[in-house]
């Protein structure tokens, strides 16, 4: 396998990786668009679109959080509901 070959076989994921992106946005930006322009009153600018990204991605990272927070809190419940069965009922 020449050098080239070797090159482009380890670019390929980053270039579907690229390809996908694009495709997520462009469907983004066809079904949310005109719902988000007519709350808006004009045309979306690519400024709209940045602010658009970033505010998905904050609330991803809340929903992430949040998740998380449950799967804790979840323990915290199963952990205390056992201490109390070992430390009330059991004995």
Known sequence: MSDVQQELK???PLA???VMFAA???VTRMMTGPKLEKKLGR???EWDWQIY???EANKQECL???YTFIQLYRGFLARETIRR???EEEG
């Open 10 to 12: 380890e670019l390929m």
């Open 16 to 18: 579907l990786t690229v």
């Open 24 to 26: 997520v946005d462009n």
């Open 43 to 45: 045309p979306l600018t």
């Open 53 to 55: 990204w970033e505010e």
């Open 64 to 66: 992430a959080w949040a």
């Open 85 to 87: 069965f070992v430390w």
